[in-house]
């Protein structure tokens, strides 16, 4: 089975400054994709970026950018010049890739603090 | 952008009764989600559905859990006789095809309090 784990509860940073979210993965397939999903206080689940595995160029949306280390399985999230709207708790998730509609599976969340 | 819609936003029942979780999935999607979320924990898989029938359902979804798509634009979750471990936020999603890296549009959730 798929796991995926964030080794960070808690992260803070500094407005305006730079902070990078941890994020690992296990599995045995070759072909899947990889999220981060944000969840302010509202916990609206809110899509930030997504990553084919198959990729080898970092995913990046404006503010937000990825290194994906395939083969240590590793996938951390990047958020540069970190803004109050940022604070949120923040998902990676794992969907293994396919022609069904698979699952997607969270690690455990990193609560991201963004201090004035 | 479109949305999934999530009724009601709060729901509160007395344990041992029935309750019905309803969602309405974006018009042109094909596959339908539930999700929940123990609060203070990670978002769980509950159950995908497509073409009318249950794709692919987690430990969690047992023989309490059941799925419908009635009408062709809802799509309900239904916990036959709620515990108090069932207290969470349900979270409904759809997607609108096949694409691994296809966009899944989640709903705002319902708080489901049971008593």
């Known amino acids: 089975a798929q796991t995926v784990t964030q080794s960070q509860p808690e992260m803070s940073v500094q407005e305006a400054e730079t902070v990078t979210l941890s994020c690992t993965y296990d599995?045995?397939?070759?072909?899947?994709?990889l999220f981060w999903y944000k969840q302010p206080p509202s916990r609206q689940m809110i899509l930030v970026i997504r990553?084919?595995?198959?990729?080898?160029q970092n995913a990046t949306e404006n503010r937000f950018s990825v290194n994906f280390q395939k083969a240590a399985k590793s996938f951390s999230l990047k958020i540069s010049d970190s803004q109050l709207g940022d604070a949120a708790m923040y998902f990676c998730?794992?969907?293994?890739?396919?022609?069904?509609?698979?699952?997607?599976?969270f690690g455990e969340g990193t609560q991201l603090t963004v201090n004035p | 952008e479109p949305e999934v819609t999530q009724t009601p936003s709060h729901q509160v029942t007395q344990m041992g009764q029935e309750v019905i979780l309803r969602c309405v999935p974006i018009?042109?999607?094909?596959?339908f989600y539930w999700y929940r979320q123990i609060l203070g924990q990670k978002v769980e898989f509950l159950v995908s559905?497509?073409?009318?029938?249950?794709?692919?359902k987690s430990e969690i979804f047992d023989d309490q859990f059941s799925v419908e798509r009635p009408d062709g634009s809802n799509f309900t979750l239904k916990i036959r006789s709620t515990k108090l471990e069932d207290s969470a936020m349900y979270f409904c999603?759809?997607?609108?095809?096949?694409?691994?890296?296809?966009?899944?549009?989640f709903g705002s959730g319902t708080q489901l309090s049971v008593l």
């Open positions: 999603a759809s997607r609108a095809g096949l694409e691994g890296n296809e966009k899944l549009f």
């Open positions: 559905f497509y073409n009318n029938e249950i794709s692919e």
């Open positions: 018009s042109n999607h094909l596959y």
């Open positions: 998730a794992y969907r293994r890739g396919e022609t069904s509609g698979s699952r997607l599976t």
């Open positions: 599995t045995s397939e070759s072909d899947y994709y």
């Open positions: 990553q084919e595995a198959y990729k080898q």
